[in-house]
């Protein structure tokens, strides 16, 4: 199966985009298609041996066009939709002026001028509208384009049929051009709106410096930015911004990198320390080591991550689509209604077809398809902003919905940076050297907190470890492997069959790490570690917010009750398997996020209705966790809340006001209280506020204690 993304361009409204998704998911080579109207993008899944222009070709066939590049910068809205505007708008003021009569014009001169204007607005500013109609009609589909272009031929038609054929009637070439124009005005507003003020990525982009100063042939050379290669020597002083992820290889500076991963303090860097592309040089100045450029640094995925979230739809989208694809011929069988009801009633055909004019301009089913994406787009934007990855729309709607938190314990509660406390020994034939020795060389075969602190232990004592084979990992349980011809064992004490409680030092603030040789008991290990700065207040707001807060760890029980005590938590279990977290998540009766950072935590992050990791976590915790914190902090949990619940009132404001503005426009319209120009205002209108209610969601405030931070 091949994934793919492209933006698509000749969409005017939601029902395009659901024609188009359907097409598409009817070929029996294609997996799944998702087409976002508000970021105008497809997502496709479909099988190796379709080619990309077969893909075109199905787009074409539908109506639409693939954009060349997928653009990841903010396009300026259409020119043509801002000429269309402003030359109806001229049209309709000359217009306007001559239905007041003006003196130097005759009457009959007037409509005849009237006539030429509205008549080239139908051939050549009108023509977009009516292509788009008719691909939806040929796609037995219809949207927008259908009810503008049958609006605005219909009242020219008719004036147009009173005036040559010299009907005593009036005439309304005015209101046929305003249709045009408002219309044309609103998608102008909503495109501008859309790719400047919604498009969070554009900004992430635009943390890529334009040129750097390289070291070339021993000269230091501004390049521009797209010229730079991988092993690149680069110099970044105060206030320009880091080009590639990289090392640095001399100097000493302050970098901020809010953008990238929420941390509002400036972090001290200097010789051999990472640096990320995008973060900016707040005070000093270092040369570094170009190390991974565009997409293969930690800005460029985040680019990335934010294009294929924001591409992908929430559930309750599914709502707005399904509306949108029948609301369209449904307002063409009211308005035909509504011109049968006044024909028969009034015997007036000029108020039967204005009436049914201003039905069908009205209601647009724009907001209704704005509604949902504009909103999930700013939203997924605002958690990017505060170092909260999101890799599916959809998560940002169940993450709103959590009742209780699962945590592990190690490098999430804590740290995760555990330093070894005590060495017990429990044969006075080994001493600690030894016991690092053997210990060593078997977690230098594995990726955890624990092992780590036992590597740099060796490392600090100088210790050289001999080599291991035969290694196996149980997930949950320990390591096992051989070392000098030595079956060497590393569990967890209940494992090895070690009773803690029957020992002389109070070990239950630890974690423990039982050693055994050729099945000997030999020593035990004690680690200790820290909780993170924010780990206290955030269990307290989480808890206060009225959500559960669960404990599930490896680590012995007595351990973690500890930990639960100091934070006030109730409900905490130690020495669980991954089989054991994962057959808690999925019994629970309740949506639970599970967090955690390791391999044991995989199954559980899997089975959890939302499941975070953190930018440092093992690659398998990333993979399965649908939510990835930039910082190492705790405050991403409750932000990412926060932040879920924001989106999904607006999300819930945007779809009340879309369905009550069509509930009531409509009936007016068909009552003959708006005016087919008024209808058309008011349409473009509606879009506009959708958008600027998505918008609010940018002033959302956190508590105080989120605002600041340490430095991990």
């Known amino acids: 199966m091949i994934d793919k993304q492209y933006t698509i361009e000749g969409m005017s409204c939601q029902a395009c985009a659901t024609r188009l998704e359907k097409v598409l998911n009817r070929k029996p080579e294609v ?75 005759h009457s009959h001169t007037s409509i005849f001028i009237q006539f030429i204007l509205a008549t080239f607005s139908q051939l050549f500013l009108a023509i977009p509208f009516y292509k788009s109609a008719y691909a939806a009609i040929k796609g037995r589909m219809a949207n927008m384009d259908v009810l503008v272009s049958s609006g605005t031929l219909i009242i020219w038609l008719y004036s147009s049929i009173v005036f040559l054929a010299n009907i005593p009637e009036h005439v309304y070439f005015e209101a046929s051009c305003m249709i045009l124009g408002f219309v044309s005005l609103g998608k102008y507003i909503e495109e501008k709106v859309k790719k400047e003020s919604l498009n969070s990525i554009s900004l992430l982009v635009k943390l890529n410096p334009k040129t750097v100063l390289a070291k070339r042939s021993d000269t230091w050379t501004e390049i521009p930015f797209d010229q730079i290669q991988t092993g690149e020597i680069i110099r970044a002083r105060q206030g320009e911004r880091i080009a590639a992820d990289g090392v640095i290889l001399e100097g000493h500076a302050f970098f901020d990198e809010s953008h990238l991963t929420g941390e509002s303090i400036s972090l001290e860097k200097s010789t051999d320390d990472q640096v990320l592309a995008g973060s900016l040089v707040s005070d000093g100045s270092v040369i570094y080591l170009a190390q991974a450029l565009g997409e293969k640094t930690l800005l460029g995925d985040m680019i990335h991550a934010m294009n294929e979230a924001q591409g992908t739809k929430a559930h309750i989208a599914r709502l707005a689509d399904k509306v949108s694809s029948v609301f369209v011929p449904l307002v063409m069988g009211i308005a035909l209604l509504t011109f049968i009801v006044n024909f028969f009633l009034l015997s007036d055909v000029e108020t039967a077809i204005i009436r049914a004019v201003s039905v069908l301009v009205i209601a647009c089913p724009c907001a209704l398809g704005l509604a949902t994406p504009a909103a999930i787009m700013v939203g997924i934007g605002m958690a990017s902003r505060n170092g909260i990855w999101f890799k599916q729309a959809s998560t940002l709607e169940s993450t709103a919905h959590l009742k209780e938190i699962v945590l592990d314990k190690t490098g999430t509660l804590t740290l995760g940076k555990p330093e070894i406390k005590h060495i017990l020994l429990l044969d006075d034939s080994y001493s600690e050297t030894q016991v690092l020795s053997l210990a060593c060389a078997l977690e230098s075969q594995v990726s955890h907190p624990l092992a780590t602190a036992i590597i740099e232990e060796a490392q600090r004592r100088q210790i050289n470890p001999p080599s291991a084979k035969n290694v196996e990992v149980t997930a949950g349980h320990g390591i096992k492997g051989q070392v000098n011809e030595l079956t060497i064992e590393l569990a967890k004490p209940d494992s090895l069959g070690i009773d803690t409680q029957s020992l002389s030092k109070d070990l239950s603030s630890y974690s423990l790490i039982g050693m055994r040789v050729n099945h000997h008991l030999v020593a035990l290990i004690a680690l200790g570690d820290t909780l993170k700065p924010d780990t206290i207040p955030t269990i307290q707001a989480l808890q206060q917010d009225g959500l559960d807060i669960t404990i599930l760890s490896g680590d012995q029980e007595s351990l973690v009750q500890h930990i639960a005590q100091t934070l006030h938590i109730k409900h905490a279990k130690g020495n669980q398997t991954p089989r054991d977290k994962a057959s808690y998540i999925q019994n629970s009766p309740h949506p639970i996020g599970m967090v955690g950072d390791g391999i044991n935590d995989a199954a559980a992050l ?57 509930c009531l426009g409509i009936p007016l319209a068909a009552f003959g209280l708006l005016t087919p120009a008024v209808a058309g205002l008011a349409m473009a209108l509606s879009s506009f506020s959708v958008i600027m209610n998505a918008l609010r969601l940018k002033r959302l405030t956190f508590p105080s204690f989120l605002n600041t931070t340490d430095k991990p």
């Open 31 to 105: 997996e799944q298609a998702e087409v976002n109207f508000a970021t105008e993008t497809l997502n496709i899944r479909y099988h190796d041996q379709v080619s990309e222009h077969q893909i075109h070709e199905w787009v074409k066939d539908a109506g639409f066009k693939i954009a060349a590049t997928i653009t990841q910068t903010p396009q300026k809205p259409s020119l043509r939709l801002w000429a269309t505007w402003t030359i109806t708008l001229y049209f309709t003021l000359l217009m306007v002026g001559m239905l007041f009569h003006v003196e130097w014009i």
């Open 606 to 662: 899997t089975a959890a209705t939302v499941s975070y990791s953190f930018k440092d976590s093992t690659d398998v915790a990333q993979h399965s966790a649908d939510i990835t914190l930039m910082g190492n902090a705790l405050m991403g949990i409750y932000k990412s809340l926060l932040i879920s619940r924001a989106t999904m009132k607006t999300i819930k404001q945007n779809l009340f006001f879309a369905l009550v503005y069509n």
